[in-house]
T-cell receptor
Framework: NAGVTQTPKFQVLKTGQSMTLQCAQDMNHEYMSWYRQDPGMGLRLIHYSVGAGITDQGEVPNGYNVSRSTTEDFPLRLLSAAPSQTSVYFC?????????????FGNGTRLTVT | AQSVTQLDSQVPVFEEAPVELRCNYSSSVSVYLFWYVQYPNQGLQLLLKYLSGSTLVESINGFEAEFNKSQTSFHLRKPSVHISDTAEYFCAVSEADAGGTSYGKLTFGQGTILTVHP
């Protein structure tokens, strides 16, 4: 019963490097999203997807790309990492079109950009 | 646009004391309200939610929250806390679209760190 799985757990990047944060869910959820968590700022929505092939921007999308080729996977790409992207990243999913559908979270990826 | 304000960034209490974590929201449409809990080095877990009906909702581990529409609040309470309740708590709001769906697109508050001392 895996739920939402994120890899890697930790990552250190140098400014300008690129990387992909992986997220997979095994609950057949339509809705997936990426949040970043910074101290004192709660969680802020980066990108989200309501189904395979459909993505949209959240509150803080700049510097990040996403794609949704399958229902299960929703990778987050940093094309050119910047120190401002140092954060903890959470992937979440829910069974959308359900009233007040709660989010199921992964355990997070802690990213440091030097 | 919706927003959520958690009025206390840190709340220290002694074990077996009561606690209230405050949350206010703003929105111009119908909302669904949630409290999530985050234990160290883990993701967030749903604690309780308000969708409709009774304004008082309860969790399985003794927390409760009351939806107050006139005050746009959704404060979280527990009459007697345990050491194991030490965690960060997040209030979140989701707006319903015209069709009544929310897609799980949540706006979170800043979080309140609850520390329970022996």
């Amino acid at each position: 019963n895996a739920g939402v799985t994120q890899t890697p757990k930790f990552q250190v990047l140098k400014t300008g490097q690129s990387m992909t944060l992986q997220c997979a869910q095994d609950m057949n959820h339509e809705y997936m999203s990426w949040y970043r968590q910074d101290p004192g700022m709660g969680l802020r929505l980066i990108h989200y997807s309501v189904g395979a092939g459909i993505t949209d921007q959240g509150e803080v999308p700049n510097g990040y790309n996403v794609s949704r080729s399958t229902t299960e996977d929703f990778p987050l790409r940093l094309l050119s990492a910047a120190p401002s992207q140092t954060s903890v990243y959470f992937c979440a999913s829910s069974a959308s079109r359900a009233l007040g559908s709660p989010l199921h979270f992964g355990n997070g990826t802690r990213l440091t950009v030097t | 646009a919706q927003s959520v304000t958690q009025l206390d960034s840190q709340v220290p209490v002694f074990e077996e004391a009561p606690v209230e974590l405050r949350c206010n929201y703003s929105s111009s449409v119908s909302v669904y309200l949630f409290w999530y809990v985050q234990y160290p080095n883990q993701g967030l877990q749903l604690l309780l939610k308000y969708l409709s009906g009774s304004t008082l909702v309860e969790s399985i581990n003794g927390f409760e929250a009351e939806f107050n529409k006139s005050q746009t609040s959704f404060h979280l309470r527990k009459p007697s806390v345990h050491i194991s309740d030490t965690a960060e708590y997040f209030c979140a709001v989701s707006e319903a679209d015209a069709g009544g769906t929310s897609y799980g697109k949540l706006t979170f508050g800043q979080g309140t760190i609850l520390t329970v001392h022996p």
